[in-house]
C-alpha cells in the first residue's frame, strides 16, 4: 500500500541517519534500543484484519533496518516475537511481555498527566510514583522509563490533543522550567540509589515470591556469590500493616514497598519522603521598555497596534453553497478559518419594531468559534479537551437591510491518537437564526465565502521582516476588550537568571511572539469552581488522571514559557494577536524563583546515606537535608520543630510534643549556608523527649 511505502521510507530516513552518525549500541553508541509504532495495540481492531496485517507488517519492516539492537511496540498486545513488546501505563508490575524469553520493559510510567484548556491541573503523588517503580522492579521488570522525567512546552502550535495547552509540564520530575519539582524528584532520586544498591542481585536471578499476607509479599533476589535484595510490599491501600520477614517485624505503610538490598535493613520506603519541598513562586516583573532606546529615561512602554477586520480581508479563497470542514481546508498552516456570509433582513420583521433580539444558532464539530455581525463581535463558544462538538446559542443585534454574518473557526491542535483519527473534522455544519416572521430561518447552504488565516499571519507582523508590512497605530494606551488585535511593543529582558513567564491572566485568547519566536496559544480560560479538587492528595490506592486534581476556578494555564535564550540583552520585540479581547496594559513577566525549602522527617525514615554510613550495623541515622538554589543561602529560618509536628510546606504548626531548642538547632547548622543536614539524633535533640511518640522534625527555611 502506497502509505506502507512513506512509512517504510521515513523509517528508513530516520535509522539511516542514526547509523551515519554511529549512535546505535552496535556501533558502539548510546541507543540500546528502537520503536516502531506506539500503542497501535488500541486501535488495531478498528481497521479489521488490515490492522493486524499492519502491524506484523510494521514489526518485520523495522526488524529488516538491521539496527543491531531490539525493537520494541508498547501496547501492542499481539506483537511477533522479532520485537519485544512493552507496557505504558501507571503501574505495570503485573505485565508479561507475550514471551517468557523477552524482558519485562515498561517504556512510559506516567509520573503526571497533561493538561487540557478548561480543566484542573493534575497531580501524582510522589510516593505513589515511587511505589509503582518498586513493585514493578519487585516483579522481575528490566528496564523502566518515565514519560515525562523532563516536562516540556509546547512552543507555536505544536500542541495536539485537540485542547492540551501550552505548558507540557506534565507534573514531572523536572518541570517545564528546568527545576527539580520537590519532593518528586528527590524522592524518585533516592529510589533509584535503592534499587542501584540491589542491582547485583537483581541482574542475576530471578525472583522468589513469599507470601506474607492478603496484600502482603515479599519477593527476594539471591546469587550464588550470596547478594540477596529484597523487595517487601503492602498493597493494602487503607491499613499499614506489620510482618515477619526472615524473622524480622517490619512496619509496612499502606500502599508501599521497602527495598532491603541485604535483605536485613530497609533503605527505602515508597510512603516515606524524606526528599525536601520547595516553595516556588512566580515573580511578577512589569514590561520595561528598552533601556538603551532613543526614549531613554522614558519608562512609559511604547505600544504598536493593528486591528483587523473581521470577515474577508482581500482576496477569498473561494466561496461555496455548504460548509467545508476546517482542517481539511487550512491543513493546518494556521489556526484560523473565516466563514462569512450575509443575509437580508426586512423591514417588517416583528424583532425590529419591537426591540428584540433574533437567536443565532451554531452547530460546529469543533473547536473554538467568535462570532461577529456586522464587525461586531457577539459571542464565543467552544468545545473541550473531551467533547470537541459544540453548540453556540446568542441573541444579535440585526438590522433592516444587509447584515454580514462572519464566523472565526478555530482549531486547537490536531488530533494524536485513535483509528481513523485523520478524518476528525472541525468547523461549522449548522447555522441558524431563530426569531423571524417566517420563523428560524437555516442559513448553512447560503453562499459562504472563505478566508484562510489572518491578515496579520499572512503578512508576518510577528517576523522581523514582516513588523513593517502594516501601519502600526503607536500609543503609550492601547486598546482594551479589542477583539481581533495585533500589540507590538520593545521590551528589556527581566533581571537575573530565574526561568521567565508571560504572564497572560488579563488577556483573552491568542498566539504570542517574542523576536519571531512563537511562545504559544494562550488562552487563560477557567476551570469550573464545581469540579472536584483536593487540598491534600491521598497516595494510597490505584491512580487515575482525576484523583488528585488542584485549581477549581482557577485558570488551566496563566503562565507561559519563554526561554531566556530567546531574549536579546536589549530591544526584544514582544508580539501578542489577541482573538475576543484583553488588557495588555496587564501583561507581565514573572520570574520562577525558588523562594523557601521545607523538610518533614520521621525517626523512623530509612535512608541510603545512613545505611551505607552504618555498615550494615543496623544503626542508621535519620537526618534532613535542605538545599537552597545555587547562588543563596538559607537566610531565615521560618519554622522548626522536633517532637509531632503537624502539616504542609508552608504551613507547619508545633504538635503537642515540642522540643524548644528547635530553631536554635536548625539556625546553628543551617543559617548562611547553601545547604545543611540536620540529624535527628547524635545530641542535636533533647534525648528523652516524649519516649513513646515517633518524633518527627519539620522545618521551612528561606532562601535569599
Known amino acids: 500500500m502506497e502509505l506502507w511505502y512513506y512509512m517504510q521510507k521515513f523509517t528508513t530516513f530516520i535509522v539511516n541517519l542514526m547509523k551515519q552518525e554511529k549512535l546505535f549500541a552496535s556501533q558502539g553508541g548510546p541507543i540500546i534500543l528502537a520503536q516502531i509504532e506506539n500503542e497501535y495495540g488500541y486501535y488495531e481492531s478498528g481497521y479489521g484484519d488490515a490492522g493486524k496485517r499492519y502491524a506484523m507488517w510494521a514489526a518485520s519492516m523495522a526488524v529488516s533496518q538491521n539496527i543491531g539492537v ?7 498486545f499481539d506483537a511477533p516475537d522479532t520485537v519485544i513488546d512493552t507496557c505504558n501505563s501507571f503501574y505495570c508490575d503485573q505485565f508479561k511481555p507475550l514471551s517468557p524469553k523477552k524482558p519485562k520493559i515498561w517504556t512510559e510510567n506516567w509520573p503526571g498527566w497533561f493538561k487540557t484548556f478548561g480543566e484542573r491541573d493534575p497531580h501524582r503523588p510522589p510516593e505513589d510514583v515511587a511505589y509503582s517503580v518498586a513493585r514493578f522492579f519487585q516483579k522481575g521488570g528490566s528496564v523502566q522509563n518515565y514519560y515525562m522525567y523532563h516536562g516540556g512546552t509546547n512552543f507555536g502550535r505544536t500542541a495536539g490533543g485537540p485542547f492540551i495547552t501550552t505548558s507540557y509540564d506534565y507534573d514531572a520530575p523536572i518541570d517545564e522550567y528546568g527545576l527539580p519539582r520537590f519532593p518528586k524528584w528527590g524522592h524518585l532520586k533516592d529510589l533509584h540509589r535503592a534499587i542501584k544498591l540491589c542491582e547485583h542481585a537483581l541482574l542475576n536471578s530471578e525472583p522468589i515470591h513469599i507470601s506474607l499476607g492478603p496484600s502482603q509479599e515479599a519477593d527476594v533476589y539471591t546469587d550464588s556469590s550470596g547478594a540477596c535484595a529484597a523487595f517487601i510490599s503492602n498493597g493494602d491501600d487503607k491499613n499499614d500493616k506489620t510482618i515477619e520477614f526472615r524473622n524480622v517485624s517490619y512496619h509496612l505503610p499502606a500502599w508501599s514497598v521497602s527495598i532491603l538490598p541485604d535483605c536485613k535493613n530497609v533503605v527505602f520506603n515508597t510512603a516515606k519522603v524524606r526528599a525536601q519541598t520547595t516553595i516556588v513562586e512566580m515573580v511578577p516583573e512589569d514590561l520595561q521598555p528598552p533601556a538603551a532606546s532613543p526614549t531613554k529615561g522614558v519608562t512609559t512602554l511604547k505600544w504598536e497596534v493593528f486591528v483587523e477586520k473581521p470577515g474577508i480581508w482581500g482576496e477569498a479563497d473561494f466561496i461555496k453553497n455548504v460548509f467545508v470542514d476546517h482542517i481539511n481546508t487550512t491543513k493546518d498552516t494556521t489556526d484560523y478559518l473565516w466563514y462569512t456570509t450575509s443575509i437580508f433582513v426586512n423591514e417588517n420583521e416583528e424583532f425590529l419594531k419591537k426591540g428584540s433580539n433574533p437567536v443565532l444558532h451554531i452547530e460546529s464539530m469543533g473547536h473554538a468559534v467568535h462570532a461577529f455581525v456586522n464587525q461586531e463581535l457577539e459571542g464565543s463558544a467552544s468545545g473541550n479537551g473531551t467533547h470537541s462538538p459544540f453548540k453556540f446559542k446568542k441573541p444579535i443585534s440585526l438590522k433592516a437591510g444587509k447584515n454580514e454574518i462572519a464566523l472565526l473557526s478555530m482549531t486547537l491542535g490536531l488530533a494524536t491518537a485513535g483509528a481513523f483519527y485523520e478524518w476528525r473534522g472541525a468547523g461549522p455544519t449548522s447555522v441558524k437564526i431563530e426569531g423571524f416572521n417566517n420563523g428560524t430561518i437555516d442559513i448553512s447552504s447560503y453562499a459562504w465565502t472563505y478566508k484562510i488565516g489572518l491578515q496579520g499571519e499572512h503578512l508576518g507582523l510577528y517576523k522581523a521582516d514582516g513588523l513593517d508590512n502594516v501601519t502600526w497605530l503607536s500609543t503609550s494606551e492601547p486598546p482594551k476588550k479589542q477583539p481581533l488585535t495585533w500589540y507590538k511593543v520593545m521590551v528589556d529582558p527581566p533581571l537575573g537568571n530565574e526561568p521567565v513567564a508571560l504572564d497572560m491572566i488579563h488577556m483573552g485568547k491568542g498566539l504570542a511572539w517574542l523576536n519571531g519566536e512563537e511562545i504559544g496559544r494562550y488562552w487563560p480560560i477557567k476551570s469550573s469552581i464545581h469540579d472536584e479538587c483536593v487540598k491534600e492528595c491521598d497516595y494510597r490506592g490505584k491512580f487515575l488522571p482525576n484523583k488528585c486534581r488542584t485549581g477549581c476556578g482557577e485558570p488551566t494555564q496563566r503562565w507561559y514559557h519563554v526561554p531566556r535564550s530567546w531574549f536579546k540583552p536589549s530591544g526584544n520585540v514582544l508580539v501578542i494577536f489577541e482573538e475576543k479581547g484583553g488588557d495588555p496594559t496587564k501583561i507581565k513577566f514573572s520570574r520562577r524563583k525558588i523562594s523557601g525549602v521545607c523538610a518533614l522527617v ?103
Open 602 to 704: 520521621a525517626e523512623d525514615y530509612p535512608s541510603v546515606e545512613s545505611w551505607l554510613e552504618s555498615a550494615n550495623d543496623n544503626k542508621t541515622k535519620t537526618s534532613a537535608y535542605l538545599k537552597c538554589p545555587e547562588s543563596t543561602r538559607i537566610s531565615t529560618i521560618k519554622f522548626a520543630s522536633f517532637g509531632t509536628p503537624t502539616g504542609t510546606c508552608g504551613s507547619y504548626s508545633k504538635g503537642d510534643c515540642h522540643d524548644p531548642n528547635s530553631t536554635s538547632v536548625v539556625e546553628k547548622l543551617c543559617l548562611n549556608k547553601n545547604e545543611c543536614a540536620i540529624e535527628l539524633s547524635g545530641g542535636n535533640f533533647s534525648e528523652g523527649l516524649c519516649p513513646t511518640a515517633t518524633k518527627k522534625l519539620a522545618v521551612e527555611a528561606v532562601c535569599s
Open 70 to 76: 531490539p525493537w520494541i511496540m508498547c501496547q501492542q
